[in-house]
């Protein structure tokens, strides 16, 4: 009967997976329907706005070259007119001496035949008949205005849709996913000497299959890439997988998108825990403040800070990570000004880094198992690991464990990253920025551990969402490689 029930309860959970899939597909495809009748009314719309710029161009082409034509008339006219005009102007000079040389011939007197002849003469010498040009300077061709389309007209009739490029290829093998970058690689199927530029989108999910239609984050955009490979950068991974997809654009149009790839984006996320604060604390999602005002009426209890450190609330569930903390434990109080994370480490590697206000007097960052008491400080109990920083009157750097301290004689950083390895036993603290080691403790953890933060005077950011930083994986594996150093304060809890 029971096995029956198992197999029903299989055959139940692949069919509901399998309609979920239908119904994803579905979607995708009442979607592609939309877009090919939105994408359809566009590509006509362009269209018609290439060819009315044509038009637009022959017609201004046509006019210039009109204008041009009676340009070149007017001059011809002109010239023609002008060299007329002489002719005129030549002609009457010339009949008046023809005439005055027919009379001329009608005198009888030897001497004033000669005189009259010698004026005569010399006014034909100097007459503009004899110096005009009786060639016409202009011709009346046009035929160097003429133009032929013939070639024009073959290349407009061979002119078809511009290719839409191929979609590209993700290259997954060569996609990189470290130190909260992402490094995608694609290449185009064939050789298109077409393609302007690329498009990236990328879109965080949680889901690890196939993109989904309904229900995701919208994709994000980089625009105008030149290369086939690029790299994201300075991003949170606040989810467990990125859905990346790649278009290829010519000067007029984008192609199909690449086939999207899911990348994993594996890190350690979590929130302040607000329920667990001090009451002198002020808590906004990952960022705490000192309150002087927040502890007003609250019991004060000094001298209690580290009594019964190993005794848990009654209040408290050993639950999943996310309510092991919220609202199931005592606030802290008296004088440990803490707060701590949502969310346990029970397994794995894992980073945060946290930075602190310049006028921080005093504040701690490190671990603790699920259950301190509400009175206990970090580095005081002999579950809770940190390092402490003091700014009151003098600057004071020390890692703390089980009420012990060890001075730390280098520069506080303005940024602390914290590497935890649960399985391997290993806490260590880093300058964030230079991502050079400030302090290791090696231990065997047995229970669950807790980020925790002590704030006095100040505030506190916590950067979560990070990968484990490469130059923090070398650092680690060249320690462990060399056995690393034993600090006083480790011990197996």
Known sequence: MDEEQETLQRIVTTLVNKNEEIHNFIDTLNHIISNVQLNSSNAISELDEEFDGLYSVLHEMKGSMTNTIQQEEAHKIQALQDQLNQCNRALEGSEELLK???????????????????????????????????????????????????????????????????????????????????????????????????????????????????????????????????????LKFDTKYMNLRVQAWNKAMAGEYSDPVTLETKAFVFSLDSTTSHLNLKVEDTYVEWDPTGGKGQEKIKGKENKNSNTASPKRSTNSPRTSARGSRDRFAGESYTVLGDTAVESGQHYWEVRAQKDCKSYSVGVTYRNPGKFDQLGKTNSSWCIHVNNWLQTTFSAKHNNKAKTLDIPVPDRIGVYCDFDGGQLSFYNASSKALLHTFRTKFTQPLLPGFMIWCGGLTVSTGLQVPSAVKTLQKNENGLGGSTSSLNNVA
């Open 100 to 234: 005055l040389a027919m009379q001329s011939l009608d005198i009888k007197n030897p001497v004033e035949l000669f005189e009259a002849a010698k004026r005569i003469k010399d006014s034909v010498t100097v007459a503009s008949a004899f110096r005009l040009s009786l060639k016409p300077r202009v011709s009346d061709s046009m035929t160097h205005m003429m133009v032929d389309f013939a070639l024009e007209k073959r290349m407009l009739q061979s002119v078809k849709f511009l290719p839409v490029p191929k979609a590209p290829e993700i290259d997954v093998a060569a996609c990189l996913v470290a130190d909260n970058c992402i490094t995608i690689s694609w290449r185009m199927p064939g050789e298109d000497s077409r393609v302007d530029h690329f498009v990236l989108e990328y879109r965080k999910t949680n889901f690890g299959g196939l993109p989904r239609i309904k229900g995701e984050q919208r994709w994000e955009v980089v625009d105008y890439i030149n290369a086939t490979q690029y790299t994201l950068s300075g």
